[in-house]
């Protein structure tokens, strides 16, 4: 009987089907001859259960939580459901730090992270220790922050914290260990001046021009002269400096807060660091200051890419102007420019949501086909930034590349088009969103944020700062800009640069064109 009814009524949800072309309702008729119902397609179904849908209770389920224990370090964390949760320790401790130390501290700690430590007697032992909870560890360094994160299974939250515990308060570094850390520093010093990509070298070159020697102008890799200066004494005197409670921060996401505070109280309060009590009065604590300036390289790039499809000889150039800092309200409307400008390769795929309609793409690499790249970044720090355009070029044509450049920069003084703004502001939310969909991205952001500000801004705030920049704020943050003394990098055939001063007076001037020179000879 209860067979049958079943059958009846999906015969009868078959027949109720109908077609809607240019809003009239077509009609069609039972095989028994008899017309079917005429049901709007907004109306529910006869026998179909209500539904039901999940609701947010007024307030936001996504906040961040934040505590700060009795020894001034803050506990972070982030719920999102998964088998899997990132957690790690973040410390406001990095390159620009290193005024009173040789420089390359920071990037040896980032070599020797997770090496043998108080309760673990090598690397091996750790990795195997994750291992049994599908983990994975890593760490890096920046100018401004070091990070120590581990991913795995939320089971093995306990041992994982304590783990991070181990490798940040009680690393061993032993002889043999910072013997290997030389030899992977001058590894990666020989493979940075080899790789085709002169990226990560531009940035360098670029912010030792924009401040000079000091803060965010000081090197993030170690110089080859300073490798064996540092060894363990020199170590743990800056540990004692920069790795207190009060300039950490232990994040998580894909777990519970209060979990990760009561590992936190066991593993992080009333421990003793390997090097002593800290001494808050040795931390340097010296705002950036913008100098503007050039740092140039003469480099014989023919042979970076040699076989059967090799790299044109190419020079780079990078022109860059000081921003704000990312504690700023203009910091918003300038991360708006910077997608606005956007740019990338020639040989960068199309499609939607790849810039192909930004103004680098638009106005220089689709005119310009000699150009190999056009691409603005945008750095910021806590108490300063830097929006820069890279470019690369034939040799002989570095004169012509520049002064393209100048005066793209000339031209963002002018009033933003409402289509190209909106479509700058959309790609800059879903670019935030997407990113936000990685459970890492997430940890990284909750760690930077709680560190810098002591809160964290969720991306629907984010996303209504993005929605409100106006064309006129983006005119305002531009004309800031181009007060500032320009920082040029320059890496390659340099023959045909255009001087220092030549490149200020164009970006002074009303139309970004270089002063003309008159030659006898070419």
């Given at each position: 009987m209860v067979k049958s009814n079943m059958a009846t009524h999906m015969s009868r949800l078959r027949g109720w089907s109908r077609v809607q072309r240019c809003g009239i309702a077509v009609c069609r008729q039972y095989s028994s001859g008899g017309s079917y119902p005429n049901i709007s397609l907004s109306t529910s179904l006869p026998g179909i259960p209500k539904p039901v849908f999940a609701s947010v209770d007024g307030h936001e389920t996504h906040e961040t939580k934040i505590t700060t224990l009795e020894n001034g370090l803050k506990v972070a964390s982030q719920n999102k459901f998964g088998q899997f949760c990132t957690v790690g320790i973040l410390v406001n401790s990095g390159s620009r730090h290193e005024a009173k130390y040789p420089s390359g501290i920071a990037h040896f700690l980032e070599k020797l992270a997770f090496s043998s430590t108080a309760?673990?007697?090598?690397?091996?032992?750790?990795?195997?220790?994750?291992?049994?909870?599908?983990?994975?560890?890593?760490?890096?360094?920046?100018?401004?922050?070091?990070?120590?994160?581990?991913?795995?299974?939320?089971?093995?939250?306990?041992?994982v914290v304590n783990l991070l515990a181990d490798a940040v308060l009680q690393p061993r570094l032993l002889d043999e260990e910072i013997e290997m850390t030389r030899m992977a520093v001058r590894f990666e010093l020989e493979d940075l001046n080899m790789r085709p990509d002169p990226e990560p070298l531009l940035t360098e070159m670029i912010h030792a021009a924009a401040y000079r020697g000091n803060t965010v102008g000081l090197s993030r890799f170690c110089p080859a002269v300073n490798i064996d200066k540092i060894d363990r004494t020199l170590l743990h005197k800056y540990l004692q400096?920069?790795?207190?409670?009060e300039r950490m921060v232990l994040a998580g996401v894909g777990i519970e807060h209060e979990q990760l505070v009561q590992c936190a109280?066991?593993?992080?309060?009333?421990?003793?660091p390997v090097w002593g009590e800290s001494t808050l009065a040795n931390i340097d604590r010296s705002v950036a200051q913008y100098t503007g300036g050039i740092v140039k390289t003469v480099k014989d790039m023919s042979d970076?890419?040699?076989?059967?499809?090799?790299?044109?000889?190419?020079?780079?150039?990078?022109?860059?102007?000081?921003?704000?800092?990312f504690l700023e309200d203009d910091f918003i409307p300038i991360a708006v420019l910077n997608m606005m400008m956007g740019g990338g390769g020639s040989f960068s795929a199309g499609g939607p949501g790849k810039g192909m309609f930004t103004r680098l793409y638009l106005n220089v690499l689709n005119r310009h086909h000699w150009m190999y790249n056009a691409t603005c970044y945008h750095h910021s720090y806590e108490?300063?930034?830097?929006l820069c355009i890279h470019a690369s070029a034939d040799p002989r044509q570095v004169r012509e590349m520049v002064e393209i450049i100048t005066r793209e920069f000339i031209q963002m003084n002018g009033t933003a088009g409402e289509m190209e703004l909106e479509r700058a502001k959309t790609q800059?939310?879903?670019?935030?969103?997407?990113?936000?969909?990685?459970?890492?991205?997430?940890?990284?952001?909750?760690?930077?944020q709680v560190l810098a500000t002591g809160r964290r801004k969720l991306p629907n705030e984010l996303c209504d700062l993005i929605s409100n920049v106006t064309a006129s704020d983006v005119k305002r943050v531009t004309t800031k800009m181009l007060r500032s003394k320009p920082a040029v990098a320059a890496l390659g055939d340099l023959a045909e640069l255009p001087s220092y001063e030549d490149i200020q007076a164009a970006l002074t001037s009303k139309d970004g064109r270089l002063p003309r020179i008159y030659r006898l000879f070419r």
């Open positions: 309760q673990f007697g090598s690397k091996d032992e750790i990795l195997l220790t994750l291992e049994k909870h599908g983990g994975i560890c890593d760490c890096q360094t920046s100018r401004d922050t070091t990070m120590y994160a581990v991913s795995a299974e939320v089971k093995g939250l306990d041992t400096s920069y790795y207190c409670p109280r066991k593993y992080l309060l009333n421990v003793k970076v890419s040699l076989g059967p499809t090799p790299i044109p000889e190419l020079t780079h150039i990078m022109i860059g102007l000081e921003s704000c800092s108490d300063s930034g830097l800059l939310k879903s670019m935030l969103m997407m990113n936000l969909e990685s459970r890492p991205v997430i940890f990284e952001d909750v760690g930077r």
